[in-house]
């Protein structure tokens, strides 16, 4: 980020906006903090973006969304523009298209309805006026993608839409030219137009799940203080670190390289890592990993691998490696073009000349053959994917499931196991209130400002968690925080504080959950108790998954007797003790078995595994890294959203299949009559149009596909 | 063939001006939020944006 009174722009995901009463809320609420410039809640992707100065920082505004009621979960700043130039420039191509059908066919209609010699000519002309611009211009993105394929020796969907397009293009104006009776200009320029809508579609749904997506490492160090030799210090980025050297890490500061603990001892944030939200005690002689946060002391760390040679650095390779199989995945439009577009040429080529053997004249001849492109174009099978597609995606998006493409949905319906994390997929990834806080509203209205004043994991928690009830914050003065013990201040003259239960003379419970003390002068000591409990529907989507047949089971880095006892929770199978690359293995091992794997997890360890997966889910509070390699994301606190996924997925796949048997269906009852020459303009526009429609209609049916 | 030279013309500078005024609406970025903009109209706006 920049520094000085640079506009800065954030953006959060809000899984809680829900009506027009929440966004008028969160954008009221936010306008008056200083240094805030402009706050829009997008609706649609459920996110608000601000403009902000340096004056207010982007985890204030996370705060203070936080005290609006709403659970604001960070992305990382994506460019605001140009990433949505190609479903631009689609929706004008079909603005442009949609123009140019409607007043062509406006004067292919007075044709076919018996306008006859001078004005027929002028009709015609007036057509080919209109729809030679268009087709230029709206044609493009298939010319140039049909292009890009004959380059490199391939072909895809886009050759026989191209030459389709051009060939009635430039033959309807020989035939005006000639004063002929027939012009395809109207075909050619609707095909285009119903082409573009299916084109757009699949774009818009990439643009969304986009959004959704946040760039890699955001959240590493950029660099550290470093102990020179001769003494004093001098501070270096990240890149320019080498193993030897010598660098401090302040309370509060993520660690810029790999190292180990020289000096100190500290409690490290490790959640960016292991997705394990608990933090680990640091002491001299222990491994620190580049990206953790340093929570409480000052360490001095012996750097031992710096940049690309960090263990972080190492799982971004692995990921990169483990995600290139996928780009191999052919899309099923695309194997569909694979057979269709030679058959189609073959076709038309075949008509032709069968009828030039026929004596019927070249002229003739290729009016059939014409007619044949024109009435076995892709028009329906263009439609038949992302409409349904587009659909399932909006109604997945209304249930808080954001799908990247759709070719995740594709691959999403192909699943036949699933494998989940544990720590932030099947457990909420974030320290949950034990029960209700077993404190007054004046004690609340205490904690709550004692809890602001510190970023360990378990103020942050409480914070939330008052926030959460709307508790105002009480004028506590004198905030003092003693690291590893916990923090105090005053309110009228009483002491107040809160901490380890040791430090404020508490009794501390049983070691599995996470407790802390509130301390009011005067008052006994009282215990609240946190842990990351598991997501409430947990058990119901790991049944509903198994009796899908995809088999769940856990792949878990943590220690085996936490996993344990979620797994018989649960009723599944877990595998504990995972590094990174063992997740990867065990996926690699199970697709070698032929078998598709939902991978499904959050933190950064997974990110390899999400990669590796045949396809891959992440909750929304995952990190950037599980985020950005998971092909689905979903919000809220809930894990049914997996299972939903995958039978909207597949419901999407049956509607696929009939769509594209129906467009076949058409070609079937069409061609032949192409073939015979029997195919006028006004037979091929009707014929187009109602597949077309059959096709929306029947796509239209996964409106409510997100069960 | 009178009507015809009149009706043609102004068909088409009806559908163009339609044409132009959607292509300013996208570039107004007004299509960003099609539900969000269902909802705003709900909210009573008390002060000028």
């Given at each position: 980020?920049?520094?000085?009174?640079?506009?800065?722009?954030?953006?959060?995901?809000?899984?809680?906006?829900?009506?027009?009463?929440?966004i008028?809320?969160?954008?009221?609420?936010?306008?008056?903090?200083?240094?805030?410039?402009?706050?829009?809640?997008?609706?649609?992707?459920?996110?608000?973006?601000?403009?902000?100065?340096?004056?207010?920082?982007?985890?204030?505004?996370?705060?203070?969304?936080?005290?609006?009621?709403?659970?604001?979960?960070?992305?990382?700043?994506?460019?605001?523009?140009?990433?949505?130039?190609?479903?631009?420039?689609?929706?004008?191509?079909?603005?442009?298209?949609g123009?140019?059908?409607?007043?062509?066919?406006?004067?292919?209609?007075?044709?076919?309805?018996?306008?006859?010699?001078?004005?027929?000519?002028?009709?015609?002309?007036?057509?080919?006026?209109?729809?030679?611009?268009?087709?230029?211009?709206?044609?493009?993105?298939?010319?140039?993608?049909?292009?890009?394929?004959?380059?490199?020796?391939?072909?895809?969907?886009?050759?026989?839409?191209?030459?389709g397009?051009?060939?009635?293009?430039?033959?309807?104006?020989f035939?005006?030219?000639?004063?002929?009776?027939?012009?395809?200009?109207?075909?050619?320029?609707?095909?285009?137009?119903?082409?573009?809508?299916?084109?757009?579609?699949?774009?818009?749904?990439?643009?969304?799940?986009?959004d959704?997506?946040?760039?890699?490492?955001?959240?590493t160090?950029?660099?550290?203080?470093?102990l020179?030799?001769?003494?004093g210090?001098?501070?270096?980025?990240?890149?320019?670190?080498?193993?030897?050297?010598?660098?401090?890490?302040?309370?509060?500061?993520?660690?810029?390289?790999?190292?180990?603990?020289?000096?100190?001892?500290?409690?490290?944030?490790?959640?960016?890592?292991?997705?394990?939200?608990?933090?680990?005690?640091?002491?001299?002689?222990?491994?620190?990993?580049?990206?953790?946060?340093?929570?409480?002391?000052?360490?001095?760390?012996?750097?031992?691998?710096?940049?690309?040679?960090?263990?972080?650095?190492?799982?971004?390779?692995?990921?990169?490696?483990?995600?290139?199989s996928?780009?191999?995945?052919?899309?099923?439009?695309?194997?569909?073009?694979?057979?269709?577009?030679?058959?189609?040429?073959?076709?038309?080529l075949?008509?032709?000349?069968?009828?030039?053997?026929?004596?019927?004249?070249?002229?003739?001849?290729?009016?059939?053959a014409?007619?044949v492109?024109?009435?076995?174009c892709p028009?329906?099978?263009?439609l038949?994917?992302?409409?349904?597609?587009?659909?399932?995606?909006?109604?997945?998006?209304?249930?808080?499931?954001?799908?990247?493409?759709?070719?995740?949905?594709?691959?999403?319906?192909?699943?036949?196991?699933?494998?989940?994390?544990?720590?932030?997929?099947?457990?909420?990834?974030?320290?949950?209130?034990?029960?209700?806080?077993?404190?007054?509203?004046?004690?609340?209205?205490?904690?709550?400002?004692?809890?602001?004043?510190?970023?360990?994991?378990?103020?942050?928690?409480?914070?939330?968690?008052?926030?959460?009830?709307?508790?105002?914050?009480?004028?506590?003065?004198?905030?003092?925080?003693?690291?590893?013990?916990?923090?105090?201040?005053?309110?009228?003259?009483?002491?107040?504080?809160?901490?380890?239960?040791?430090?404020?003379?508490?009794?501390?419970?049983?070691?599995?959950?996470?407790?802390?003390?509130?301390?009011a002068?005067?008052?006994?000591?009282?215990?609240?108790?946190?842990?990351?409990?598991?997501?409430?529907?947990?058990?119901?989507?790991?049944?509903?998954?198994?009796?899908?047949?995809?088999?769940?089971?856990?792949l878990?880095?943590?220690?085996?007797?936490?996993?344990?006892?979620?797994?018989?929770?649960?009723?599944?199978p877990?595998?504990?003790?995972?590094?990174?690359?063992?997740?990867?293995?065990?996926?690699?091992?199970?697709?070698?078995?032929?078998?598709?794997?939902?991978?499904?997890?959050?933190?950064?360890?997974?990110?390899?595994?999400?990669?590796?997966?045949?396809?891959?889910?992440?909750?929304?509070?995952?990190?950037?890294?599980?985020?950005?390699?998971?092909?689905?994301?979903?919000?809220?606190?809930?894990?049914?959203?997996?299972?939903?996924?995958?039978?909207?997925?597949?419901?999407?796949?049956?509607?696929?299949?009939?769509?594209?048997?129906?467009?076949?269906?058409?070609?079937?009852?069409?061609?032949?009559?192409?073939?015979?020459?029997?195919?006028?303009?006004?037979?091929?526009?009707?014929?187009?149009?109602?597949?077309?429609?059959?096709v929306?209609?029947?796509?239209?049916?996964?409106?409510?596909?997100?069960? | 063939?009178?009507?015809?030279?009149?009706?043609?013309?102004?068909?088409?500078?009806?559908?163009?001006s339609?044409?132009?005024?959607?292509?300013?609406?996208?570039?107004?970025?007004?299509?960003?939020?099609?539900?969000g903009?269902?909802?705003?109209?709900?909210?009573?706006?008390?002060?000028?944006?």
């Amino acid at each position: 980020m920049s520094q000085g009174a640079a506009s800065e722009h954030v953006e959060f995901v809000l899984p809680g906006v829900k009506c027009a009463g929440c966004i008028a809320k969160i954008e009221t609420g936010l306008r008056p903090i200083p240094g805030v410039r402009s706050a829009r809640v997008n609706f649609t992707s459920k996110r608000v973006s601000i403009d902000h100065s340096s004056e207010v920082t982007a985890e204030a505004l996370r705060r203070a969304i936080g005290e609006l009621g709403f659970d604001a979960q960070s992305v990382s700043t994506v460019a605001p523009s140009g990433d949505r130039a190609e479903s631009r420039a689609l929706l004008r191509a079909l603005a442009v298209a949609g123009f140019g059908a409607m007043n062509v066919m406006l004067l292919s209609v007075s044709v076919w309805a018996g306008a006859a010699g001078a004005t027929r000519d002028l009709f015609h002309w007036l057509s080919a006026l209109i729809a030679m611009p268009t087709v230029a211009y709206a044609g493009q993105p298939f010319f140039k993608s049909a292009w890009a394929a004959l380059r490199r020796g391939r072909t895809n969907m886009d050759v026989p839409i191209s030459i389709g397009v051009t060939l009635a293009t430039a033959l309807s104006l020989f035939e005006t030219i000639v004063g002929g009776p027939h012009a395809y200009f109207d075909g050619a320029v609707s095909l285009l137009f119903f082409l573009l809508v299916g084109r757009y579609l699949d774009c818009a749904m990439r643009d969304r799940a986009r959004d959704s997506v946040t760039a890699l490492m955001r959240e590493t160090a950029p660099g550290a203080t470093i102990l020179l030799p001769g003494g004093g210090t001098a501070w270096k980025r990240a890149a320019e670190l080498e193993p030897g050297m010598r660098m401090l890490v302040a309370a509060g500061e993520r660690f810029a390289a790999d190292g180990v603990v020289e000096e100190g001892g500290s409690t490290v944030d490790c959640s960016l890592v292991t997705g394990e939200t608990l933090p680990e005690a640091l002491s001299a002689g222990g491994t620190a990993i580049a990206g953790t946060l340093n929570l409480s002391h000052p360490l001095t760390v012996r750097v031992t691998a710096a940049g690309d040679r960090t263990s972080l650095a190492e799982i971004m390779r692995m990921m990169e490696a483990a995600g290139q199989s996928r780009s191999l995945y052919v899309r099923i439009a695309d194997r569909a073009a694979r057979l269709y577009a030679p058959a189609v040429h073959t076709l038309a080529l075949l008509s032709f000349t069968g009828w030039m053997i026929a004596g019927a004249g070249w002229h003739q001849s290729l009016l059939v053959a014409v007619a044949v492109l024109i009435i076995t174009c892709p028009c329906a099978l263009g439609l038949a994917v992302p409409v349904a597609q587009v659909v399932a995606a909006g109604a997945l998006m209304k249930r808080g499931i954001l799908i990247k493409d759709g070719s995740a949905l594709e691959r999403l319906a192909e699943a036949d196991c699933v494998r989940l994390d544990k720590t932030g997929t099947i457990t909420r990834g974030r320290l949950q209130s034990i029960g209700s806080l077993s404190l007054t509203v004046d004690e609340k209205r205490v904690a709550l400002a004692l809890a602001r004043a510190s970023i360990h994991p378990l103020s942050r928690a409480l914070a939330a968690h008052l926030e959460g009830e709307h508790v105002a914050t009480a004028p506590v003065e004198d905030l003092r925080e003693y690291p590893g013990l916990g923090i105090d201040g005053r309110l009228r003259g009483a002491r107040v504080a809160l901490g380890r239960p040791s430090w404020l003379g508490a009794e501390a419970g049983d070691g599995a959950t996470l407790q802390v003390a509130f301390l009011a002068e005067g008052d006994a000591p009282k215990l609240l108790r946190f842990a990351d409990e598991i997501r409430v529907d947990a058990r119901d989507a790991i049944q509903r998954l198994g009796a899908m047949g995809l088999d769940p089971a856990i792949l878990s880095g943590d220690r085996r007797e936490v996993v344990m006892p979620v797994a018989e929770a649960l009723g599944t199978p877990a595998l504990a003790e995972l590094m990174p690359a063992d997740k990867v293995d065990t996926i690699a091992l199970l697709q070698a078995a032929a078998r598709r794997v939902l991978m499904v997890g959050d933190g950064l360890n997974d990110g390899p595994a999400l990669a590796a997966g045949h396809v891959s889910m992440a909750p929304a509070s995952a990190t950037d890294v599980g985020q950005s390699a998971a092909d689905a994301i979903f919000l809220g606190d809930k894990l049914m959203p997996v299972a939903i996924a995958v039978a909207a997925a597949r419901r999407t796949r049956k509607v696929v299949r009939q769509n594209f048997a129906l467009a076949i269906g058409y070609n079937l009852l069409a061609v032949p009559l192409a073939i015979a020459g029997q195919v006028t303009p006004l037979i091929a526009a009707a014929a187009m149009s109602t597949s077309s429609l059959l096709v929306l209609a029947n796509a239209l049916r996964l409106r409510n596909c997100a069960r | 063939m009178s009507g015809l030279t009149l009706l043609i013309p102004v068909a088409l500078v009806l559908g163009l001006s339609g044409l132009s005024a959607f292509l300013w609406a996208l570039s107004r970025g007004q299509y960003e939020d099609l539900d969000g903009a269902a909802l705003r109209i709900l909210i009573d706006e008390e002060d000028e944006l």
